[in-house]
């Protein structure tokens, strides 16, 4: 059967149509315009949005598993629960959904509290799901690596409870292989959440210690205060968004995101293989 996949032209989607191919899956992506990229041969496209009633509803057809990534916006709990009732609608019970870690705990950061809300939505409506809680992306350190090369400074307010980030490499390969072990059981299997987390936890100090040696001279932590991040994320991302980011990273200063025991074990024995760490993204954007 037809494997749908949303987000799909993003950083951990396109990731994720990759890994299916690369396993000789059927897979249909949902694009709002096929013209801005590029798939794989085979890859089925299917034009449309989240909120598009009409062409989620024909996106939906012949799909028996979906994996549903929705951006961080404004609506995107309005998103995450129309897709929902229109895959229960078209009798798709087999879903991966990419929440966030202890998308329960942090209420008051928005996406994680939508993410909560759709978490919920998959329990109480009896939808087959792997619920997908991924750390903060090493990925994101894109976004602040002209103040760490510019300034030596890293910008991030972490604190000192330990976060540990994952790679979105990894994410897309294990979101790839749950959709396949649900795509190809012989029935709906029960719900099942997977922290996905680094090989490390690390602390603002920590981050700039790596940052380093890796350009070997100093890069100091910019501390605890979220005031400058917010301001320097207004710069390139809406003001609403700045602010949620602050709200995020206020959060890592007052709890952390430390692994539960067992979840580093858990992902690489399932990929066969370590897990990728911070010191290699930051080497790649310093080279870059």
């Given at each position: 059967?037809?494997?749908?996949?949303?987000?799909?032209?993003?950083?951990?989607?396109r990731?994720?149509?990759?890994?299916?191919?690369?396993?000789?899956?059927?897979?249909?992506?949902?694009t709002?315009?096929?013209?801005?990229?590029?798939?794989?041969?085979?890859?089925e496209?299917?034009?449309g949005?989240?909120?598009d009633?009409d062409?989620?509803?024909?996106?939906?057809?012949?799909?028996r598993?979906?994996?549903?990534?929705?951006?961080?916006?404004?609506d995107?709990?309005?998103?995450?629960?129309?897709?929902?009732?229109?895959?229960?609608?078209?009798?798709?019970?087999?879903?991966?959904?990419?929440?966030?870690?202890?998308?329960?705990?942090?209420?008051?950061?928005?996406?994680?509290?939508?993410?909560?809300?759709?978490?919920?939505m998959?329990?109480?409506?009896?939808?087959?799901?792997?619920?997908?809680?991924?750390?903060?992306?090493?990925?994101?350190e894109?976004?602040?690596?002209?103040?760490?090369?510019q300034?030596?400074?890293?910008?991030?307010?972490?604190?000192?409870?330990?976060?540990?980030?994952?790679?979105?490499?990894?994410?897309?390969?294990v979101?790839?292989?749950?959709?396949l072990?649900?795509?190809?059981?012989?029935?709906?299997?029960?719900?099942?959440t997977?922290?996905?987390?680094?090989?490390?936890?690390?602390?603002?100090?920590?981050?700039?210690?790596?940052?380093?040696?890796v350009?070997?001279?100093?890069v100091?932590?910019?501390?605890?205060?979220?005031?400058?991040?917010?301001?320097?994320?207004?710069?390139?991302?809406?003001?609403?968004?700045?602010y949620?980011?602050?709200?995020m990273?206020?959060?890592?200063?007052?709890?952390?995101?430390?692994?539960?025991?067992?979840?580093?074990?858990?992902?690489?024995?399932?990929?066969?293989?370590?897990?990728?760490?911070?010191?290699?993204?930051?080497?790649?954007?310093a080279?870059?």
């Amino acid at each position: 059967m037809t494997i749908l996949v949303t987000g799909a032209t993003g950083r951990v989607g396109r990731q994720v149509v990759d890994q299916l191919i690369a396993r000789d899956a059927n897979v249909r992506v949902l694009t709002r315009d096929p013209t801005k990229t590029t798939f794989p041969a085979g890859v089925e496209v299917a034009q449309g949005d989240l909120l598009d009633i009409d062409a989620m509803r024909a996106a939906f057809a012949g799909v028996r598993t979906l994996f549903l990534l929705n951006a961080v916006t404004g609506d995107e709990f309005t998103q995450a629960l129309i897709t929902l009732n229109l895959a229960r609608e078209a009798g798709v019970d087999r879903i991966v959904y990419l929440s966030v870690f202890d998308a329960d705990g942090a209420v008051n950061v928005p996406h994680f509290a939508v993410k909560s809300g759709a978490e919920r939505m998959l329990a109480a409506m009896d939808f087959g799901a792997t619920i997908l809680r991924p750390t903060y992306f090493i990925d994101n350190e894109a976004m602040v690596k002209d103040v760490i090369l510019q300034h030596g400074v890293y910008p991030m307010p972490i604190g000192s409870k330990g976060v540990t980030m994952v790679d979105t490499r990894d994410i897309a390969e294990v979101a790839a292989l749950e959709l396949l072990r649900r795509d190809r059981a012989p029935e709906k299997l029960p719900i099942e959440t997977i922290n996905l987390v680094g090989p490390e936890t690390l602390t603002g100090e920590s981050v700039a210690a790596i940052w380093s040696d890796v350009l070997g001279r100093p890069v100091v932590y910019g501390g605890d205060d979220p005031n400058g991040f917010e301001q320097n994320m207004a710069t390139f991302l809406p003001r609403w968004t700045a602010y949620e980011m602050r709200l995020m990273a206020e959060r890592y200063v007052s709890d952390g995101m430390i692994p539960d025991d067992g979840d580093r074990e858990r992902l690489t024995a399932m990929l066969g293989r370590p897990l990728h760490g911070y010191r290699e993204t930051a080497a790649t954007l310093a080279g870059a």
